[in-house]
């Protein structure tokens, strides 16, 4: 079965300062990934995915991510963060074929300090 | 605004008490999909259904049923419903039944007292 973790429940970077969130994936095939992020008392907004080809991943609001197969991650990473980038984020692991779902990590809390 | 509605946006209702949540896909989508967050347990896939018909089940309680109708939308049906039913459910929608962006509703909070 399809897990995911993501090993930081709370990250705190200065505005301005690089982010790396992580996020490790365990499934028996080449697997689907994704990043969503939502906002306090929003739903969930797709940040990036990765199916296959490249492995370094662009996705909205200058978020990207780098699919590692021999380390099972899927880190999501921006350059600079913005106080608007304040939210939940959260790594999930879709199934090939057949019918899908998603499985999502625990989620990390960015908080940005001005 | 991904596309996908959800009604009501909050619910709060008693123990023991039976409520319907619905969601509404982005034009075209076919696949339904219905998740729980909750503090304890994260997001968890609950049901999937696909042009009518349900496709794949997770981790959904007897006390909880869904259907999609013939216009694509589609209702969580929560029953006898106890405090730890509190949480958000959300919906999601896809183009097709594999494996596809899947699309989130805002969600729907459910407060049971």
């Known amino acids: 079965a399809q897990s995911v973790t993501q090993p930081d429940i709370h990250i705190t970077v200065s505005e301005g300062a690089s982010l790396e969130l992580r996020c490790n994936y365990s499934?028996?095939?080449?697997?689907?990934l994704f990043w969503y992020v939502q906002s306090p008392g929003q739903g969930l907004q797709l940040l990036l995915k990765y199916f296959s080809g490249d492995t370094l991943v662009q996705g909205i609001k200058g978020f990207e991510a780098e699919f590692k197969r021999s380390q099972s991650s899927f880190n999501l990473r921006k350059p600079s963060v913005h106080w608007s980038d304040a939210a939940e984020y959260f790594c999930?692991?879709?199934?090939?074929?057949?019918?899908?779902?998603?499985?999502f990590g625990q989620g990390t809390r960015l908080t940005i300090n001005p | 605004d991904s596309g996908v509605t959800q009604t009501p946006k909050h619910l709060i209702t008693a123990t023991g008490q039976r409520v319907t949540l619905r969601c509404s896909p982005r034009s075209g989508d076919l696949s339904v999909y219905w998740y729980q967050q909750s503090l304890d347990q994260g997001l968890q896939f609950l049901i999937q259904y696909y042009n009518g018909e349900e496709r794949a089940k997770g981790n959904i309680l007897e006390r909880f049923s869904a259907q999609q109708f013939p216009d694509l939308h589609s209702e969580l049906n929560l029953s006898s419903l106890e405090l730890g039913d509190s949480a958000l459910y959300f919906c999601?929608?896809?183009?097709?039944?594999?494996?596809?962006?899947?699309?989130f509703g805002p969600g729907t909070r459910l407060l049971v007292l």
């Open positions: 999601a929608s896809s183009s097709a039944s594999g494996i596809e962006t899947q699309y």
């Open positions: 499934y028996g095939a080449t697997p689907y």
């Open positions: 999930a692991v879709g199934a090939y074929g057949g019918a899908q779902k998603l499985v």
